[in-house]
């Protein structure tokens, strides 16, 4: 079981920079895929970015070219750059981590992105 703990999220105006933080409780090398994903409101989660065990990324397409995602498994934490801001941006960002022996899946609780001028 891995618990996860986001950080790194605030009000930023159109076109600034983020850098969302989201370190495990344990060990995440080997084991666990990384994810980010986001939820505005009345609307359903939706995916950000992963990056694999063996660092292979993916990204939404809205998100490419403007967001990195990154891991640091001697830090166990993963980390979410965002560049170019937009106001459609806003939502509450999520980090997922995903057992790849046995596919159960933790999220952390949130942390609030808002971008507005």
């Known amino acids: 079981q891995v618990q996860l703990v986001e950080s790194g999220g605030g009000l930023v105006q159109p076109g600034g920079s983020l850098r969302l933080s989201c370190a495990a409780s344990g060990s995440i090398a080997n084991t666990y895929h990384m994810g980010w994903y986001r939820q505005a409101p009345g609307k359903q989660r939706e995916l950000v970015a992963i990056i694999t065990t063996g660092d292979t990324t993916n990204y939404a397409d809205s998100m490419k070219g403007r967001f990195t995602i990154s891991r640091d498994n001697a830090k166990n934490t993963v980390y979410l750059q965002m560049n170019s801001l937009k106001p459609e941006d806003t939502s509450v960002y999520y980090c997922?981590?995903?057992?790849?022996?046995?596919?159960?899946?933790?999220w952390g609780q949130g942390t609030q992105v808002t971008v507005s001028s």
């Open positions: 997922n981590a995903v057992n790849r022996y046995t596919s159960r899946s933790y």
